[in-house]
């Protein structure tokens, strides 16, 4: 399988709880960020979004939190499943016009079952 | 739903072969990127372009090159492999300012 894993922190977390993934982005200029998941031997996936004007966001079972002050963000997943199971990853926009990202080295979440 | 996709999953190619790797998007994205992706180093980006033949360099364009001829179409280019380009790449699409989509990745070995 794909060893995007190896050498990541890791959170594991009990089936049905609640998880809490950080990340500490690098530039105050910084006005979006996204989290990604990505599971073994697959391509990126977009969870949610949040721009720099606000500083929560929800969707289906899962919250962004942005601290601008401290330049830190979160991911929150509620009632945490196996299917949670994979690598975070944070990204930031820190402007200009084409809107590359820039990623995070992520965090591997395993669930117990 | 958008869709990106790549040519192939896996490849594996010999030193000093001329590799190339194709990635369309049919989502008329401007934006498109190829990164790289390695244990413990997370995804680096490699060259991206935000219109038809614009390019420009990422954090590590060294020893590939890119052409996007089309808009849906974007492709990277290693001139002559070696073995420490062996790595998954993973090309994205996006509208400018806008959250990034992922192709699944090409997983290339250079023997």
């Known amino acids: 399988g794909e060893s995007v894993g190896l050498h990541l922190p890791t959170l594991s977390v009990q089936e049905g709880d609640n998880s809490i993934i950080n990340c500490a982005y690098s530039?105050?200029?910084?006005?979006?960020f996204i989290w990604y998941k990505q599971e073994s031997g697959k391509g990126p996936q977009f969870i949610i979004d949040?721009?720099?004007?606000?500083d929560k966001r929800q969707g289906q079972r899962v919250t962004v939190l942005l601290n601008k002050t401290v330049k830190h963000l979160s991911l929150q997943i509620a009632a945490t499943q196996p299917g949670d199971s994979a690598v975070y990853f944070c990204?930031?926009?820190?402007?200009?016009?084409?809107?590359?990202?820039?990623f995070g080295k992520g965090t591997k979440l395993s669930v117990k079952p | 739903d958008v869709k990106v996709t790549q040519s192939s999953r896996y490849l594996v190619k010999r030193t000093g072969e001329k590799v190339f790797l194709e990635c369309v998007q049919d989502?008329?994205?401007?934006?498109m990127f190829w990164y790289r992706q390695d244990p413990g180093l997370g995804l680096r980006l490699i060259y991206f372009?935000?219109?038809?033949?614009?390019?420009e360099k990422g954090d590590i364009p060294e020893g590939y090159s890119v052409s996007r001829e089309k808009k849906e179409r974007f492709s990277l280019i290693l001139e002559s492999a070696s073995t420490n380009q062996t790595s998954m790449y993973l090309c994205?699409?996006?509208?400018?300012?806008?959250?990034?989509?992922f192709g699944p990745g090409t997983r290339l070995t250079v023997t």
């Open positions: 530039n105050s200029a910084s006005d979006y």
């Open positions: 372009s935000y219109d038809v033949k614009m390019k």
């Open positions: 949040i721009r720099s004007n606000m």
């Open positions: 989502m008329d994205h401007e934006n």
């Open positions: 990204a930031e926009n820190y402007g200009g016009s084409q809107g590359n990202l820039i």
């Open positions: 994205a699409s996006s509208l400018r300012r806008s959250k990034a989509y």
